[in-house]
């Protein structure tokens, strides 16, 4: 995405949509080119360079990237060279005579001077400046519109405070991706001991066809950066190209760094790459730049500008529309959007080296969706389908990402108010390659329970359902076909993430909604008056029925776990209990009991998650029977491995259990393999590990 438009703040834009890459990749060897192919070549290169050469309307609406009447989507600067040098050897002679008065790909070859512009072949009194790794080519010829400010202050060196800049933001850039991200230094060029930089007059468009075509025109076509591979095939040897001033920035020291940090990556991925010629892989190129720029400066969060923009609607947008194919190169923003996809690996899932390994299997396996295939089932243990529905079900509370906090995929969700024998499939919400949807499902009703059935389901589909206590949190795995109880009150939100793994055709998949009408069950939980009773909730209150507890007759007190004070005249404060959460009760004199409605049955077990060294409670989950506290009944989870309740207590993984006997108003330890654990009563226990507790019946 290499345009400025001039609907947008240019600032901006700028700093969010770094225009980056000519990610021109070899020549592609095809056919000779058909007419339109001939006609859509000089076409781009007059948008880019020579836009006066275009009638009117044409070069209106290539500046405002709008859409044909034929639905065909005006690229960006980065596709348009990219077509143009993927298929030059394709073009006849009149169209390349054409094309190369403004681009030349053939200069691109093997002992070609790699200088592809024209404009700006040879800068006006050119000086170099070498630095540990790289050698920067400058003017401060002010006849150059090349040229940098001669100003030499800080330091006083001889050399132009903003090649001094440039020269420290790539050795910083050089330091992380090579140095310490352990990515291998691009390829020199022959007769090069050093990676070349040149220094031109990007964003006030020196490389176009009149030097005095400026100001506005100038504004929708210029560049931020480029990286020009120089051979006709990979690996290519390179050099880079950053602006002379970076004015557009705030701080123009940030500019240069975070474009330098996008195209050094584009340098290291030419060196490297061994796969097809394709607008396919895209993604791969500018998804893994994108994520650099952001491990470089990681305040500037850049790239949060193509996951959402400013519309919910707008497919440019990753979040907006991410049921898209990864491979679809229609929209300008997505192949930078994909960043998400590297910080799906490297920081939600904690494969840190996940993009040196994508690359390093791309040099073995030729091209990029399978690299992403090699990676997924080496390095995580999943198939692409199980990758994507797990990509997808992360978004939705985001835990794990880094700018969590900023993330507002809800904002683009499919909205689905439940109805009875609903029906959702894919060909009302279509799946491309290698993508989800989620959908986000609501009710108005609070007595009824959502059951989510799968109907056809392809093999490159998968399913997966979460029921949530608030919008994005606190949620939990439903199976398919297993009840929502709760759902409008405990749950006001259901989410069910759709995701294709096919890298080859779009999926099928397809689920059904059932609500049910459920009647309140009154339960009664034993207590002893006038003191304190520590009580387990093995089912979730009725939240909707006004009372939760029968308090004002029986109960001077409660308090729900973790502490949270409540009485008579503020039962708010009960609003989030649920099954397994533990309360404090003071019942009044004489009373005997507490009773309480809930919708949901009691279970044969569950399951608690205990963070390391928190306090946590368990609890039984019948309503009736006593559980035997023993091997049989209780174990723990660490990890990949279960425990018996004897080996965990032994080595000190959890705690003693501890209930509290109001009779004594004392707290007392359970022994293992002698006592049991009484309905409705909570127990505290704390762990040394992250661990789960089952007690089960």
Known sequence: ??????????????????????????????????????????????????????????????????????????????????????????????????????????????????????????????????????????????????????????????????????????????????????????????????????IWGLLNCAYTSEPEWVGDSCSTNSLLGFTMPLDDDYPFTSYLALDNTYSVYSSPVEGVTMTAAHEFMHAIQFGRYNGPDSSDDLWYFESQAVWIEDEVLDDSNDYLYYLQGTSTTDCEYWFNCSNISLYNDSYSFRPYGSAILMKYLTEYKGVTSAVLDLQDYSVTTGDARTSLSTFASEKLGLNLTDMFLDFGVSLIDC?????????????????????????????????????????EITTSSVNKALTITAGTIDSNARLRILKCTSRRSSCAAVDVGTAIGNFGSTYPYVYVVAANGSSAINSLYSFTLSLTSRTAKTYTIPVTAQKWNLIFLPVPPNLDSGTVFDSKKSSRYLYSLPYVYWDDSNQTELGTLNAGNGVWAYPAEGATALSFSAYDEAKDSLTFELAAGEWGVVGNPSVTSEVPFDDDHVSIIKGATTYSLSDALSDKIVSAFYYYDPSDSAYKTLTNGIDSIEPWTACLVKSSEDVSITISQ
Not at 32 to 43: C, F, T
Not at 150 to 179: K, M, Q, R
Not at 407 to 434: E, F, H, M, R, W
């Open 399 to 439: 835990t794990g990402y880094r700018d969590c906090d900023s993330y507002k995929p809800q904002n683009a969700y499919k909205k689905i108010t439940a109805s009875d024998g609903l029906l959702v499939n894919s060909s009302s919400y279509p799946a491309g390659k290698l993508s989800y949807n989620t959908f």
């Open 1 to 198: 995405m290499d345009e400025l438009s001039k609907s947008c703040d240019v600032k901006r834009f700028v700093s969010v949509a770094l225009i980056l890459c000519a990610c021109v990749l070899a020549t592609a060897r095809i056919a000779l080119a058909d007419d339109e192919m001939n006609r859509k070549a000089i076409e781009y290169a007059y948008s880019i360079f020579a836009p006066e050469k275009l009638e009117t309307d044409t070069a209106a609406r290539y500046a405002a990237r709008a859409t044909t009447s034929t639905g065909e989507a005006v690229p960006d600067t980065t596709m348009r060279l990219f077509y143009i040098f993927q298929h030059w050897n394709s073009f006849d002679d009149a169209t390349k005579a054409a094309v190369s008065v403004y681009v030349n790909p053939d200069a691109l070859k093997s002992g070609g001077d790699g200088r592809v512009l024209p404009r700006v072949a040879e800068m006006k009194s050119e000086t170099t400046y070498e630095t540990t790794h790289f050698k920067i080519y400058y003017t401060i010829d002010t006849s150059d519109r090349n040229a940098v400010s001669s100003t030499d202050t800080n330091p006083s060196n001889g050399i132009p405070d903003y090649v001094d800049n440039v020269a420290t933001a790539l050795e910083s850039v050089y330091a992380l991706e090579i140095t310490d991200l352990g990515f291998p230094a691009p390829p020199n060029e022959s007769g090069q001991s050093k990676y070349r930089v040149m």
